[in-house]
């Protein structure tokens, strides 16, 4: 009888989230990180988002740093463990008024990762992630398709892309001229291996026109050069 619900359940279709928005605060991490290694080494790290009660919706609120090397199991068992038992402890003593508003009801959604020895500018629209980003990723939406609330079905994973970097790095004394995220998402296909593209349309920044977003990517460009 378990069995049969185990089959059941891996077996119901795919519900992908409509739109996906992704922060500045999780975008300034993600280019720091990649930026700091110059693409010479692989960057992993896991991607914190809410949902809409519907599942229409995802929004990628942060991210969480892990590695700059192929990831070994015990460093992303242990890189999900502390991220999860964080959220646990930001909802019950919210450290400040901005990290509540943020991250209150956030969980993990996914993964983000940019290749070693990226493709170069201008020329990395068809780039996949790498395998290990795919497979430790694969691995997290099914654990968490498992789980009573089914969290595993709008995962996704993130892939730097050097092109929009490169260009966010130019536009940024004007951030609401920037309208594309800095990576592209990926979700996953029919195969339930996340090398599925996400529409461009799909993908939005969060409002950039603000000048709190302007003072975050005017901090980090400069970090950046």
């Given at each position: 009888?378990?069995?049969?619900?185990?089959?059941t359940?891996?077996?119901h279709p795919l519900?992908?989230a409509?739109?996906?928005t992704v922060?500045?605060?999780?975008q300034t991490k993600?280019?720091l990180?990649a930026?700091k290694?110059?693409?010479?080494d692989?960057?992993?790290?896991?991607?914190l988002?809410?949902?809409a009660?519907d599942?229409?919706?995802?929004?990628?609120v942060?991210?969480?740093p892990?590695?700059?090397?192929?990831?070994?199991?015990?460093?992303v068992?242990?890189?999900?463990?502390?991220t999860d038992?964080?959220?646990?402890?930001?909802?019950?003593?919210?450290?400040g008024?901005?990290?509540?508003?943020?991250l209150e009801g956030?969980?993990?959604?996914?993964w983000y990762?940019?290749n070693a020895?990226?493709?170069?500018?201008?020329?990395?629209?068809?780039?996949?992630?790498n395998?290990?980003?795919?497979?430790?990723?694969?691995?997290m939406a099914?654990?968490?398709?498992?789980?009573?609330?089914?969290?595993?079905?709008?995962?996704v994973?993130?892939?730097?892309?050097?092109?929009r970097?490169?260009?966010?790095?130019k536009?940024v004394?004007?951030a609401?001229?920037?309208?594309t995220?800095?990576?592209?998402?990926?979700?996953k296909d029919?195969?339930?291996?996340f090398t599925?593209k996400?529409?461009?349309?799909r993908?939005?920044n969060?409002d950039?026109?603000d000048v709190t977003?302007?003072?975050?990517l005017s901090e980090?460009?400069?970090?950046i050069?």
């Open positions: 009888r378990r069995r049969r619900e185990s089959r359940k891996a077996s519900t992908m409509k739109a996906i922060s500045i605060t999780a993600i280019a990180h930026a290694h110059a693409f010479s692989p960057i992993h790290g896991i991607v988002g809410k949902t009660d599942g229409g919706s995802l929004n990628v942060d991210v969480v892990v590695c700059h090397e192929v990831p070994t199991k015990p460093i068992d242990v890189a999900l463990r502390l038992a964080y959220l646990q402890l930001q909802q019950q003593h919210p450290t008024k901005e990290r509540r508003a943020s956030a969980r993990i959604v996914g990762t940019a020895n990226a493709s170069s500018v201008g020329d990395d629209e068809g780039e996949l992630p395998p290990s980003a795919c497979r430790i990723v694969a691995s099914e654990c968490g398709a498992n789980n009573e609330d089914g969290n595993g079905e709008n995962f994973l993130l892939l730097v892309s050097t092109s970097l490169a260009e966010c790095v536009e004394d004007d609401s001229s920037i309208t995220p800095i990576c592209k998402v990926f979700e029919k195969s339930r291996a599925q996400v529409d461009d349309g993908v939005l969060d950039v026109s977003a302007g003072e975050k980090g460009k400069q970090r050069l």
